[in-house]
């Protein structure tokens, strides 16, 4: 069955070039209406023009798309708004929000300006959660709603010279969990995309066989799944080259030490059974835990 968005309406924010902008093309081609939102800056989020995002929109116009172009900065949250009531206007609804935009300033953390920190976070946290606010809503009141988050690698797992950046994108995935335990009961679904792709924000750092296998057209499918009618919800889908992975976010079993003078002694001798991954789960909420250890207590006292 073909994957389709007939009907649907969709905002995808740093759109107007790079994964960006493939993914605006790919929901239009599979039928969506689409808000190219794009600030029109440089990869560190300098300047702005609207060119960028409207070269996209006459690309989808040109295909026989609908398609309107936006530069609000993600970062202007009555921007955001505005660009969101300009959709609900032409359109009369949003489905998809697809929060792509981000820039980055990228140093050794001993090396890093803190307004280059904050300015990362602005963008990439502060900027997907106007996003989602805006949307929030109207994806309440249709009792529909697909947000994809971008985090990435980084955030997840780390990468030199990137702690603001990494600080940034793994908060998406904080953020993934809560909206999608709260946006359930009105078929909200939210997950989050870690994409491996040569682009702007990767030039210059990799060997011409590895770029040629990072096209950033391999990762647009794990998009258009996430942003689906059927559609997960909480998962990170990893995607580059062909590949796809989940990455997910596990507690272990642990142990139970109780509560005394020696606990930090034990605990420190044990801490390879605290961190041993047999068994280990992914938690439907934070209160997961709580119980677990809680369980863990009344276990040991016999209840």
């Known amino acids: 069955m073909a994957m389709d968005f007939q009907g649907r309406v969709a905002i995808v924010t740093g759109a107007g070039g790079g994964l960006g902008r493939l993914h605006a093309l790919a929901l239009a081609q599979r039928g969506a209406k689409v808000v190219v939102n794009d600030l029109g800056g440089a990869v560190d989020g300098s300047g702005s023009s609207v060119t960028a995002a ?97 985090t990435s690698s980084t955030g997840l797992y780390g990468n030199f010279g990137q702690a603001n950046y990494g600080a940034a994108k793994l908060a998406q995935v904080g953020m993934m969990q809560t909206l999608a335990i709260e946006g359930a009961k009105h078929d909200i679904r939210v997950n989050a995309l870690a994409p491996t792709a040569a682009t702007r924000m990767t030039a210059g750092l990799l060997p011409e066989p590895v770029l040629e296998a990072l096209k950033p057209e391999a990762v647009v499918p794990a998009m258009l799944v996430l942003a689906h009618e059927g559609a997960p919800t909480r998962t990170i889908l990893c995607a580059g080259a062909g590949g796809f992975e989940a990455a997910h976010i596990t507690m272990t079993q642990g142990i139970y030490l ?13 801490l390879a059974e605290v961190t041993a991954s047999e068994g280990e789960q992914v938690p439907g909420s934070g209160s997961v835990q709580g119980q677990v250890e809680v369980g863990k207590a009344m276990k040991a006292h016999g209840h």
């Not at 172009?69 to 993600?74: E, F």
Request: aromatic content about 6%; overall charge negative; some cysteine.
């Open 258 to 270: 109780g509560i005394g003078d020696t606990v930090p002694e034990e605990l420190a001798a044990r």
């Open 54 to 150: 409207q070269k996209v929109v006459d690309e989808i116009r040109a295909a026989g798309g609908e398609a309107i172009a936006n530069a609000a900065s993600v970062t202007d949250f009555e921007a955001v708004q505005t660009m969101v009531q300009q959709t609900i206007d032409t359109w009369g609804r949003v489905d998809i929000l697809v929060n792509n935009a981000g820039i980055l300033r990228d140093k050794s953390f001993a090396k890093m300006d803190m307004a280059d920190f904050r300015l990362v976070v602005d963008v990439h946290l502060m900027g997907a959660a106007n996003c989602c606010k805006a949307v929030w809503p109207h994806m309440q009141a249709q009792n529909y709603g697909r947000i994809v988050m971008t």
